[in-house]
């Protein structure tokens, strides 16, 4: 009998041993239940010629093409990703809908003799409840924003406070982004709807009687969009801001973005996209600092011609707390971190 999702919170206590996506590779790559592994039966190409069948030809005609498809790509996973699964596997299959693909495979599984069995819905259920906790409720606990200009390592802090037990929301990390012109991280951004189901799943684990400590953003990092419910939540909590020297805030981001050190191309690209903001003739002294290998004084000059301007024009408060460090070191921020929880606490 096909199983009724009615919380985020209800994946981890069903009683399966793995989830099984049997979307095409494209459908999964978009989105997919945490932690689903992809057997597709029905490849990305294969999906559209049945598609084309179904809506040019004939929906019977579909079918059968689909359902050969299907059996095959079936004996391929039997015989491959599943041939080491005992007799006592027992594995929870969803498809876009809760339908045939879902169900075909199921059905094979079954008769093996395995405990398979369906997700009501497929994963539109499941997208609606990922909606449900992002777009349709308030967000679920009390929130403190980490705020600062660039370069005053509040993902670094946020590192400390979770080491220290606090409940944090690193939302960098799961955009894949350090939300500035130089924030591309070693792997591609996701997609929105992948980022949602990550982020879902982090704010149901939330305990709503702690407060979780988020670095402040824009409500766009990088090419995602924070949802409403977080976004509103993010304005309307209490902030503190973190202050340190520009020496510090140097050597912080030096060592944050080594890598953009080795690649003068990749420089160049990202002063290229300043030229709108400064002018040729401003990007052209950063661009021969770059070509001279002095990335001090480029680091130094984009805080303060570009980041910390521009962090200024942004705010939003300018009353905020602000904690001033004496630099950046991890003892400092450990410091920090322990100050945080015990008067947010």
């Not at 070509?291 to 000059?301: N, S």
Request: proline share 6%; aromatic share 6%.
């Amino acid at each position: 009998m096909p199983m009724t999702l009615t919380t985020l919170g209800d994946l981890g206590a069903l009683p399966f041993d793995e989830i099984i996506d049997v979307r095409s590779p494209a459908e999964y790559a978009e989105d997919h239940l945490p932690g689903a592994i992809n057997l597709p039966v029905l490849s990305d190409a294969e999906r559209a010629r049945v598609g084309t069948i179904y809506v040019q030809q004939d929906r019977f005609l579909a079918r059968k093409v689909g359902a050969a498809l299907v059996a095959r790509n079936a004996a391929r996973h039997l015989e491959g990703a599943l041939a080491d699964r005992g007799g006592g596997y027992r594995p929870l299959v969803y498809c876009w809908r809760g339908g045939q693909r879902s169900g075909s495979f199921t059905g094979i599984l079954q008769q093996i003799g395995w405990r398979a069995d369906t997700i009501a819905g497929g994963y539109r259920s499941y997208r609606r409840l990922v909606a449900g906790v992002l777009y349709d409720s308030e967000f679920p606990a009390p929130m403190v924003l980490i705020d600062g200009g660039t370069g005053t390592a509040k993902t670094r802090l946020l590192g400390h406070l979770a080491h220290q037990g606090a409940q944090i929301l690193d939302l960098e990390d799961l955009a894949a982004h350090r939300g500035s012109v130089f924030g591309s991280m070693d792997r591609p951004q996701p997609s929105q709807k992948w980022f949602e189901s990550r982020l879902a799943a982090h704010v149901t684990r939330l305990d709503p009687a702690r407060p979780v400590f988020v670095e402040a953003e824009s409500t766009r990092i990088g090419r995602i969009n924070l949802p409403p419910a977080l976004a509103v939540a993010m304005k309307a909590a209490p902030a503190v801001r973190i202050a340190a020297p520009l020496g510090a805030r140097v050597g912080h981001l030096m060592t944050e973005y080594a890598d953009l050190c080795t690649d003068q191309a990749q420089i160049e690209a990202i002063l290229d996209r300043l030229v709108r903001f400064h002018g040729h003739e401003a990007v052209a002294k950063w661009r021969d600092m770059a070509a001279r290998g002095d990335h001090a004084a480029l680091v130094e000059a984009l805080i303060v011609q570009h980041y910390d301007p521009r962090y200024t024009r942004m705010a939003t408060r300018h009353d905020r707390p602000v904690l001033d460090l004496p630099d950046l070191a991890d003892m400092t921020l450990a410091a920090t971190a322990r100050r945080l929880i015990a008067e947010q606490g």
